[in-house]
């Protein structure tokens, strides 16, 4: 199959509850790019990406779409066959691994859709039809996060990810060690520091906080800082950020840098690149989630398919919004829902949505 035609939309998304501190980012919306592809066959397939702002990474929703204006016209004939698409589109354009990924999940989504399959199969075959869903707190004060927290637990969560960082480690730590008072048994606790904490203060929440167990996420902004990091800590860490792709997570892993991934499925390209990655953590036992920095009923859909065939004792979850509102949900009728933190595997082939494009208004652009 071969790619006919593209069209280019853009949806703005609402923060629940208004706005979300993440790192040294507060935030209040969010533009996700969405891309449909249509082979020759007739039949479509849906992607999409949604970069958390402009400092969140090396990214931007203006950035993604000047990408993918830029490969756009010379994907027109190219082949559907994830690996050829990926090699397409890099010799079409350097980098913007996050704009690729929304052609490679259209791709995965077409390819299912006419083969009968779903995603999930596609990649190797489900482990699981209820995928683990883990909820992130951001960052605020002791009460709202405990809040949060019990929230979490009560709804029935397997893992949650706490935020820190742009502010005194004092007020990090008392937060951390309140969560630390009110979590309960069997609970995986993430502390994610986003890379905004010098290695400094990384090093005394650590050891001011030795006593809880929790896996410190992304506390630095670079892979050296991480580095000089490892030995002076009393906790596991965990690479978010910098694990910008396959070649980094094959280097980290090599040089023994981290105990496990939260990773991003736009970020590292998409679902083929992300397979791979699966599989690598699965050989070496690294624990990682299945998840991205935001986004709609696309992203998140790619998110549970890839879950659902991680082995399941390493996997640490999906996630891309806690709270998914109306306007996220661009199927009326298959929408993602968490229940009792899980989300069910969709059973329609592809990602198994009929997305509603008027959810997006007019096209952008075409191809």
């Known amino acids: ?21 993440v790192g040294q980012a507060t935030l209040s919306e969010l533009d996700s790019t969405i891309v449909q592809v249509t082979s020759e066959c007739g039949v479509a397939g849906w992607g999409e990406t949604c970069p958390v702002g402009p400092i969140y990474g090396p990214s931007h929703a203006l950035g993604a779409r000047a990408a993918i204006m830029e490969m756009g016209p010379g994907l027109i004939g190219a082949s559907l066959i994830p ?33 009968g399959m779903r995603v999930a199969d596609l990649l190797g075959g489900a482990a ?37 960082g742009g502010r005194p480690v004092e007020e990090d730590i008392e937060v951390v060690r ?29 050891r001011q906080c030795q006593d809880l167990q929790f896996v410190l996420e992304q506390p630095c902004n670079t892979i050296e800082e991480i580095a000089a990091l490892r030995p002076k800590v009393q906790h596991p860490i965990y690479i978010d950020e910098s694990g910008v792709d396959l070649s980094t997570v094959v280097r980290v892993i090599g040089s023994e840098l981290c105990d496990g991934f939260g990773m991003k499925i736009t970020r590292i390209g998409g679902l083929q690149p992300m397979a791979t990655f699966r599989d690598i953590c699965e050989a070496r036992s690294m624990p990682h989630t299945s998840d991205d920095s935001w986004g709609g009923d696309i992203i998140g859909a790619a998110c ?30 298959n929408a993602l829902r968490v229940i009792d933190g899980h989300v069910p595997l969709p059973a329609r082939p592809g990602l198994g949505l009929e997305i509603d494009e008027t959810t997006f208004g007019a096209a952008i652009a075409e191809f």
């Open 304 to 333: 549970v398919h890839l879950g659902a065939t991680v082995k399941p004792s390493l996997f640490e979850g999906c996630s891309w919004v806690n709270e998914m509102l109306d306007e996220s949900h661009y199927d009326p009728n």
């Open 178 to 206: 309140k969560v630390g008072e009110v979590l309960k048994k069997g609970m995986r606790w993430a502390v994610d520091g986003n890379r905004s904490l010098p290695v400094r203060d990384a090093i005394f929440l650590s």
């Open 1 to 21: 199959m071969k790619i006919k035609r593209i069209r280019v939309f853009e949806k703005k998304l609402s923060i629940p509850g208004g706005k979300v501190k």
């Open 128 to 164: 699981t039809e209820h995928v683990p869903f883990y909820f992130f707190v951001g960052i605020g004060g002791v009460d709202e996060v405990v809040r949060s927290v019990k929230d979490a637990q009560a709804g029935g969560y397997v893992r949650i990810q706490t935020k820190i």
């Open 83 to 115: 690996v050829l698409l990926h090699r397409k589109m890099n010799s079409l354009l350097n980098g913007h691994s996050y704009a690729k990924a929304a052609f490679d999940i259209a791709a995965h989504d077409l390819i299912g859709k006419k083969t």
